[in-house]
């Protein structure tokens, strides 16, 4: 959300931040429409003002025990006109913040400039491709070779999108997931948090999935959404407060399954479970100060770094030019898992500082000991990481020739001390 203030002090400065999106100038048309609202409103104040005289002639009139009819049908012909400025006033400023709501973050502007994702720049890479002396397998061909991942029964349950693990890749799943939130909430210092999976309109709203992404959500016949990742819930714990910045950084994690629609990605990675309508994932949310959200978001992407380190997966960090940022995002660093049976880098966690965005949507702020003021505070979300997609990543970069899968490491405590996963 932005502040119209900002946008009247600097209008060209706001058309050249949308353009850096491919977005057309719209400050001139925000603020024409904020200075009718800012009428509307002052001809309701100066009208409610003349009410309030006239109240008082109606009293004093009244008092020395004249006649106090012509008054009174005035007051009343003047309580009609003040609703009618009220309904005007709040249309207006409704108008003017849908078209605030409608437009994406501002750009850090360190963010590469590019026209799609293939301008994005990779900052570093991590690990070594194993080198097979065989052509490696797509994780769907392991998993049914094992027979343990089934999607034409999940088919017939659920539709298309969906995926059955069995025995112990469904073990392995859950490991994954479990391992993950013990390395963030131990040595990475976030706290556990389990979250509603259902969230109101305001929820969705204040962590910028509406209205824009209204179609990528799942939404409950009583008028809830189910979460698309656990940043709704988790970013939302602060909403609607005042924060002591003592307190602060405030950094919760939560491993929820998670439910998207996908109604854009028609026909895009339909083989496999690489993109689900549901899937489990590890979020990380931090709320900080202004001042501290830089710093905060490079720590968050090296604890998402910390999972696929410990794992032994190979992955580059990309910094995703301006083409590529997501709506609330003023910058983001994704994780690209390399999987050897794509033959390619594929997104497994994305870090994204979203500054005071999502803040002046939820009214979440901040206030120093011993001021009275407040400021909005910045809030920041990343996949700590995606457990489906780290599934895939342990599946086809331990596969062995014979189809079976070696159990990296540090998840054997996690799978009983299983070291192998071969076909029952």
């Not at 002052?42 to 004093?60: K, V, Y």
């Not at 011993?370 to 457990?387: C, D, E, I, M, P």
Request: charge should be negative; hydrophobic fraction near 45%.
């Amino acid at each position: 959300m932005h502040d119209i203030r900002r946008i009247r002090e600097d209008g060209p400065g706001f058309d050249a931040a949308l353009a850096r999106r491919g977005l057309p100038a719209a400050a001139d048309a925000l603020i024409r429409l904020d200075e009718r609202r800012r009428a509307s409103l002052t001809a309701f104040e100066q009208m409610q003002a003349a009410r309030n005289a006239l109240s008082r002639r109606i009293g004093q009139a009244k008092a020395r025990g004249e006649e106090a009819g012509p008054l009174l049908a005035e007051a009343a012909e003047m309580g009609e006109a003040i609703a009618r400025a009220e309904a005007e006033a709040a249309a207006l400023g409704a108008e003017l913040d849908a078209a605030l709501a409608a437009l994406p973050n501002i750009l850090d502007p360190a963010v590469p400039d590019g026209a799609s994702a293939a301008d994005n720049v990779v900052l570093r890479s991590w690990g070594t491709k194993r080198a097979f002396a065989w052509t490696p397998l797509e994780h769907f061909e392991l998993g049914e070779r094992l027979g343990l991942m089934e999607f034409e029964a999940a088919g017939k349950i659920a539709g298309s999108r969906f995926t059955i693990l069995k025995g112990a890749l469904a073990r392995l799943e859950r490991a994954l997931g479990a391992f993950m939130l013990d390395l963030q909430t131990g040595e990475g210092g976030y706290t556990e948090v389990s979250p509603p999976l259902l969230v109101r309109d305001g929820a969705v709203f204040g962590t910028n999935q509406l209205p824009k992404f209204a179609d990528d959500l799942f939404r409950t016949t009583d008028g809830r959404w189910l979460i698309p990742t656990a940043e709704v819930p988790l970013t939302n714990l602060v909403r609607e407060t005042i924060v002591e910045e003592e307190a602060l950084p405030i950094r919760v994690a939560a491993l929820t399954p998670c439910f998207r629609s996908e109604a854009g990605a028609a026909g895009r990675d339909t083989r496999g479970m690489l993109r689900q309508h549901q899937f489990m994932k590890v979020e990380l949310v931090s709320i900080t100060r202004p001042e501290d959200s830089e710093a905060e978001h490079a720590r968050m992407t090296a604890r998402a770094e910390a999972v696929l380190q410990a794992l032994g997966l190979p992955y580059r960090v990309v910094d995703l030019c301006a083409a590529d940022v997501g709506f609330g995002a003023a910058r983001t660093f994704d994780l690209e898992v390399w999987l050897p049976g794509q033959g390619a880098y594929r997104e497994i966690s994305s870090c994204s500082n979203c500054r005071d965005f999502q803040a002046r949507r939820m009214d979440a702020r901040c206030r120093a000991a011993g001021q009275k003021g407040t400021r909005f505070v910045h809030t920041l979300n990343g996949s700590g990481v995606a457990v489906g997609r780290a599934l895939i990543a342990v599946l086809e970069n331990f596969q062995e020739e014979d189809g079976s899968i070696t159990v990296p490491e540090p998840l054997r405590p996690y799978m009983g001390g299983l070291a192998r996963i071969a076909a029952p």
